[in-house]
């Protein structure tokens, strides 16, 4: 009964990558990663921060214990961010491609489901597998809490921002795939414009802060307008990207400005400013949404033809 109302596209889809051997290879490698991770932070805050005890033993000083949980928890939560970004493009790309290749295509467009099945089908199958990446590595994140320094907001948080990168990037590689007729042309269109945004924006960005505006004087008492720009415009081109959003949250945080509104003066200049996991949320909830309406829209328009 209950499998008679979920997608049949996401049961197929399921079924045919748990069956085989590769997504448990994929899983057993993800957390040997996480948990390497986690034990070498782990490893280098014991090693700064030992001390000895009245029996010649050794052990970290109690008060590095959430320096320890903080930093194992940003640094899964970064780890998180960079698998999910670059392999949910991936699994998506060969989603409507890959029916081209084999020839199925055609059989997949008579069939009752409508254009907006099709999709939520293809793209709900590898959000399911990416879900399940995210759960399995709760227990290696719930080591922060045995430290401390994470809050619960934190970890809502940070789910939230994991679920909307996993729909977002997958969304693109589902509509890239709908644009191209082989896998690999999918793939590497996703990556061409996933991977400079993701991984080359924040060298732009510290580029752009380090060399190009002391050069120009833009940080030698700016103009309001200027300021205005450096503030907003650079703040939320940083705040959609995974990885500035995570760090400009956390570096907020830190700084007793919460998460979600605060205030900052410049120069008697009071601003308002919205916490960088909100813009990201709301940004790649929009692109989803419209990246999923195109798609249908594609798929929708070839089988009318």
Known sequence: MIT???????????????RGRRAFVVMTIYLMLMSCMAGSVYTFIYSENVSSNAYGLTAPN??????????????TVLLLLTIISFIAPAFTAGAIAGERERQTYEMLLITPLRAAQIVWGKLGAVFTFLLLLILASLPIQSLAFLFGGVVLAEVLIAALGLLVTALAFGALGLFISSLTRTTMAAIIMSYGIGIPFIYGLPFI?????SAVAPNFGLLNAPSLPIMLFLIYGLGFIASINPFGSAILTGVAAANGKGYFFFTVTVDTVTLWLVSPWL????????????LFLLTIWRVGSVSST
């Open 4 to 18: 008679s109302k979920i997608n049949p596209i996401i049961i197929r889809e399921m079924r045919g990558r748990m």
């Open 62 to 75: 109690i008060q590095y214990g959430p320096i320890i949980g903080k930093s194992i928890f940003t640094g």
């Open 205 to 209: 960005l510290l580029y752009l802060g």
């Open 279 to 290: 813009i990201y949320v709301a940004f790649y909830i929009l692109v989803t949404i419209a």
